[in-house]
C-alpha cells in the first residue's frame, strides 16, 4: 500500500512562511499528479496547489502568487512553500496523489486523488 507522509506543519505569525513536505514510499506517484489540500474547521477540504507528471502547476487564486509547489523525484517528496501566510490559511494540511492521467481541470479536485496522507495542521496567529 503506497503511503504519503506529511511533515513541517507548526504555529507561525501573520507573515510568516512555512514549507511543508510529503515524503511518498513509491516512485509511482511522479508518473501522475500530486498536490496539497487544506481543511479549516467547519469548512469543507479545498484544493491548493497541485502538479502534474509534464511540470504544469496550478493554484487556488487565494494561494497564487504566495505558495509554490515543488517535487523532488529522486527523494519522492512534493513540498509547498507557503509564505506572506495570514490567519485565513489556518487549516490541515494534506498531500495526495493519484495515478495518470490527471486531467488539467481536476487537479485540484479532492474527489480527483485516491491516496492521502494524514495532514499536518499549520496554524497562524495574527
Known amino acids: 500500500q503506497a503511503q504519503l507522509v506529511e511533515s513541517g506543519g507548526g504555529s507561525v505569525q501573520a507573515g510568516g512562511s512555512l514549507r511543508l513536505s510529503c515524503a511518498a514510499s513509491t516512485t509511482s506517484f511522479g508518473s501522475g499528479c500530486m498536490g496539497w489540500f487544506r481543511q479549516a474547521p467547519g469548512k469543507g477540504r479545498e484544493g491548493v496547489a497541485a502538479m502534474r507528471n509534464d511540470g504544469l502547476t496550478t493554484y487556488a487564486d487565494s494561494v497564487q502568487g504566495r505558495f509554490t509547489i515543488s517535487q523532488d523525484n529522486a527523494k519522492n517528496t512534493l513540498f509547498l512553500q507557503m509564505s506572506s501566510l495570514t490567519p485565513e490559511d489556518t487549516a490541515i494540511y494534506y498531500c495526495?496523489?493519484?495515478?495518470?492521467?490527471?486531467?488539467?481541470?481536476?487537479?485540484?479536485?479532492?474527489?480527483?486523488?485516491?491516496?492521502w496522507g494524514q495532514g499536518t495542521q499549520v496554524t497562524v496567529s495574527s
Open positions: 495526495a496523489a493519484n495515478p495518470p492521467p490527471c486531467a488539467a481541470w481536476l487537479l485540484l479536485h479532492p474527489a480527483k486523488y485516491s491516496y
